[in-house]
């Protein structure tokens, strides 16, 4: 890509390469559901995930596809609330609940600072609350949240990726070390923390989206998260479809999905998942799909090493 083409993609060119969105109700959160998850104290436990409808997120990061299922302006006052108590209401017990608004907890834009002892009130009885934030976003708001919960609070954190020039044009406007400075903030003020991390974001082939991604769980992992989440990058969202048609994206491949959780695992510095939403996109063998799901989910939950599926499709695995 050219310099003149790469600086037409910005917050306007993004957006204006976009599908419709979905419609939502304000006071009814897009989807509730529960899944087991390892925790940080090393047990497996039900964690409810609410994925709040709400305001788009304030940056229009290249590769997102979140703001599907969000609104342009901003929710009422007390929506959230009502969002939050609804689905507690519809879904079974839970010991962690994370609290999703595709975009950023600690946006004033998309949650007000008056409805947080309300959000509050209604999640203290979890053992952990996880809310999604950009890095740049983190401030003295987190800890006011974290004292009117009385639980853990943990926050996910987009570390998207390590590589500097791609991490310049996914638009997240911001660099490696405002995700380090913000970890170091929330863990001298005792709060958790995980990174959201990319495969194969565009402007990468294979290999090298495998070695980013390797690259970015080092990094998290030193800059002091306790856990780490690899999603892989999808079309679909107007932008990554036209680079796909440049060949400047491509969907990763499963295989590199697991070579670089095998790879977090082993390391044995904090908890590392693969994001399994949609996996089967990434998959190019009908015949073995569900038991590699089966394995990543097992790998995700037990946090150990497990025997690679064989298949005629992969007769050589790449070497972790």
Known sequence: MSKGEDSFMNSNWIVSKRPERNHLDPYRPYECLVEKERSASGSLKDTGIIFLSNKECSFRCLMCDLWKNTFKESVPSGAITNQIKWALEKMPE??????????????????PVKDYKDIADLVSGFDTVIVESHPKLIDNRCIEFRDMLGTELEVALGLETVHPEVLRKLNKQMEVADFVKAVKYLDLHQIRTRAFILLRPPFMNEEEGIYWAKKSIDLAFKAGVDCCTVIPVRPGNGAMDILMKKGEFEKPELNSLEEVLDYGVSLGAGRVFADTW??????NCPKCYLKRLHRITKTNQSQSLLPKVKCSCNPQQRMT
Do not use: C, P, R, T
Request: hydrophobic share 40%.
């Open 94 to 111: 839970a010991q962690q609940i994370k609290l999703y608004n595709s975009g950023s907890f600690f946006d004033k834009k998309a949650v």
């Open 278 to 283: 949609d996996l089967e996109l990434f998959s």
